[in-house]
């Protein structure tokens, strides 16, 4: 039976091959396309951002199952020296992590022991954190061919060699005298990195870009949104958006950015993006004549050789409300009403579950996934919502469900062919105050989202009172369309979803605990308490016949940094990434962060209550997206407990930028010394508020 033999040794001769390249390091030369195509096969490894093309985030894995996942310890934790939010989903190539920390920090780490083997720093200016909506994040890097991609936030591409971190080529890939970011994962598809970009709150057009991926040339873009029609479209694509759009939008950039989910299809040759809200947010203001301005909030398909728009499905027509849909899309092959369709499935902020045919962008169904008053329903033949009248009113403000930070953002869901189900990640019953600024007019260096600060009414008292919203992690059945478990969580905001097939469903909180449900009935199983507020999603493989199951811990991100009402406990803090594996006994350390007692304030606001009021709604136009509502801090300096040092070098500190370095912009351009003295006085204001009364 010699035969037999040699069929029976093959497998063997293929795993000592890999661990021998394993040793040599030269694991990351070989995954080519090929390689990511056959992902799934590939147990030991994460090397796609969502483990496989079809972005399931679902391992075959089981020595860590629902019966030994009480034996799951924590192996190793590196301090990762940040107070920031981290995103990323580690890939993992052959025993080596290679991920993102704030400021597009790469790192390559030793999966056994933490040790770092290289880090590159893409030295992102600091000072432009004030162009970022939402933190300084990344959600990851691409690996191909020997080399690791990563999009920095400053919008450029750059290809690192893997085996040292040494930077091979760098792109521009926007305008930076434009108020553009990029936090997404580059994928590969075909020779091809891909990547978006975010702003549209900021006022930016947006475009997905192709280039070559050895040698760093621009082959394709493809914009979201027309831009100026004078100067002639792009596309057949933009032309037919154009029809949808009135009035002279493009003067405010018009917004699509596609911020995060980009996925291949490597058998129908496709790229599937989710674009993003309008710029300025509200549709009175952007396209004063109506209309369903697309391609915003929509999931388009594009050809991979050349970027050409092949379908498209808009799932919140004339975006009103923030409704993005650059949330994670995911594809799978179901079988609905007998048929076996290849679908692409997302749960886009706007609180409906889709399940599209990704061949055709055919609408198959919808579900509520959340509350929401801003549509009664949906068409079941065109998939198209039905608006509600309450979701809107001209100028004039209305409160609608779900809120801007939507029913569902960026982190990752995941699916079990075991159990058929989603385990997708819910905000419940968030509220947007919907409230246009019809003095609102383009600009160029501040916010363009419309939105009234000084706004000031029974609706906003409505808001404050609001019911707080509720996290929960669901498993919901994406044929039947509805939840088969759900588990409501302590807190509002949860991280992404890992699945697996030891029948384990692994996520994180914002109170920094990572726990594990088993996947058929949400049941929970484990726990470990990470220190500080999570929102990356876990990742599992193999080094050495061992499965680990790695983390990336950090708080911060769109609401850690904006820290608002009802968001449940958040534990800010220092990030670090752990990893975890059966009878790992490690214990972690993690140092201490932020204030255990009320401010004391070093001195006393000397300024009229006008100026408060002048003071409070500056602060919430420019300083509360990273210091907090009402000046109560999330993950970044608590301004209630500035000291002495901070109050006497105010102006230097705000308007001069003298702490530009650090991530605190500068503000000259934009504020007078008189404005910047009134913000002054408003949190000094809020810390007199906060302070134990004088006994
Ligand atoms: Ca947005």
């Not at 726990?527 to 911060?556: K, N, R």
Request: aromatic share 10%; with cysteine; glycine share 12%.
């Amino acid at each position: 039976m010699p035969g037999t033999t040699q069929r029976s040794l093959l497998p063997l001769l293929t795993v000592l091959l890999v661990a021998a390249g394993c040793d040599r390091g030269n694991g990351v030369h070989e995954i080519d396309d090929e390689r990511l195509v056959s992902a799934d096969r590939d147990t030991a490894n994460w090397l796609t951002y969502g483990r496989t093309y079809d972005e399931q985030r679902f391992s075959p894995l089981s020595q860590i199952s629902e019966r030994s996942v009480n034996r799951l310890g924590l192996v190793w934790s590196r301090e990762l020296g940040t107070t920031r939010g981290l995103e990323a989903t580690p890939l993992v190539v052959d025993g080596v992590i290679y991920t993102t920390g704030s400021w597009s920090v790469v790192y390559a780490i030793d999966a056994r022991t933490g040790d770092v083997r290289w880090s590159y720093d893409p030295q992102v200016p600091r000072a432009r954190a004030r162009v970022f909506c939402c933190d300084a994040v990344n959600r990851g890097v691409a690996i191909y061919r020997g080399r690791v991609y990563l999009g920095t936030l400053d919008g450029r591409l750059v290809a690192l060699d893997a085996a040292s971190g040494a930077r091979v080529w760098e792109v521009l890939t926007v305008d930076t005298l434009k108020p553009y970011s990029s936090t997404g994962a580059p994928r590969i598809a075909n020779g091809l990195v891909l990547i978006g970009n975010g702003g549209a709150e900021m006022g930016v057009r947006g475009y997905v870009s192709a280039y070559d991926a050895e040698r760093g040339t621009l082959v394709w873009r493809t914009y979201t949104v027309p831009g100026d029609p004078s100067l002639g479209f792009e596309s057949e694509a933009m032309r037919t958006a154009a029809a949808t759009w009135t009035g002279r939008w493009w003067e405010g950039g018009g917004g699509g950015t596609p911020w995060d989910a980009i996925v291949y299809d490597h058998e129908l040759g496709l790229v599937y993006v989710g674009t993003g809200n309008g710029a300025p947010w509200y549709r009175s203001l952007r396209s004063p004549g109506g209309g369903d301005n697309l391609y915003l909030s929509s999931i388009i398909a594009l050809r991979v050789s050349t970027g050409e728009q092949v379908w498209h499905f808009q799932t919140t027509p004339g975006d009103n409300w923030d409704f993005t849909a650059t949330q994670p899309l995911m594809l799978a092959d179901l079988e609905i009403q007998g048929r076996r369709r290849r679908v692409i499935m997302q749960a886009p902020k706007n609180g409906f579950f889709y399940v599209l045919d990704r061949e055709t962008g055919e609408f198959l169904s919808a579900a509520p996934y959340a509350t929401m008053t801003w549509a009664t329903g949906i068409d079941p033949k065109s998939g198209r919502p039905v608006e509600s009248p309450s979701a809107f009113d001209e100028m004039n403000p209305v409160l609608v469900s779900p809120g801007p930070s939507g029913a569902h953002s960026w982190q990752p869901m995941a699916f079990s062919p075991e159990t058929g189900l989603v385990y997708l990640p819910v905000r419940d019953g968030t509220v947007f105050l919907h409230r246009p600024d019809s003095t609102w007019r383009p600009h160029t260096t501040k916010r363009n989202d419309g939105v009234n600060r000084r706004y000031a009414g029974s609706l906003l008292r409505a808001l404050e009172a609001a019911p707080p919203p509720t996290g929960r992690l669901v498993g919901w059945d994406p044929v039947q369309q509805k939840p088969r478990w759900q588990v409501d969580l302590p807190v509002l905001v949860s991280g992404g979803v890992l699945a697996t097939a030891g029948n384990l469903v692994f996520q994180g909180r914002s109170d920094g605990w990572l726990v594990a449900y088993r996947a058929t009935d949400g049941i929970k199983l484990w726990e470990f308490d990470a220190g500080t507020g999570i929102l990356a999603p876990p990742v599992t493989y193999l080094v050495d016949t061992v499965q680990y199951v790695t983390l990336m811990v950090g708080w911060g991100g769109d609401v850690g940094l904006i820290n608002p009402p009802g968001l449940g406990p958040a534990k800010p803090g220092f990030g670090r990434i752990l990893t975890f594996a059966l009878g790992g006994t490690a214990r972690l350390s993690a140092p201490a962060f932020g204030h255990d007692t009320p401010p004391n304030p070093v001195q006393t606001a000397k300024a009229s209550q006008a100026t408060i009021s002048e003071g409070r709604a500056l602060y919430d136009t420019y300083c509360y997206s990273c210091h907090g509502i009402a000046v109560v801090a999330g993950a970044l300096p608590d301004l209630r407990y500035a000291t002495a040092d901070v109050h006497r070098d105010f102006e230097a500190i705000v308007l001069g930028g003298a702490r530009a370095s650090l991530g605190m912009p500068f503000f000259g351009d934009l504020l007078s010394t008189a404005q910047a003295r009134a913000i002054q006085a408003y949190i000094l204001v809020r810390a007199r508020e906060s302070a134990t009364p004088p006994s």
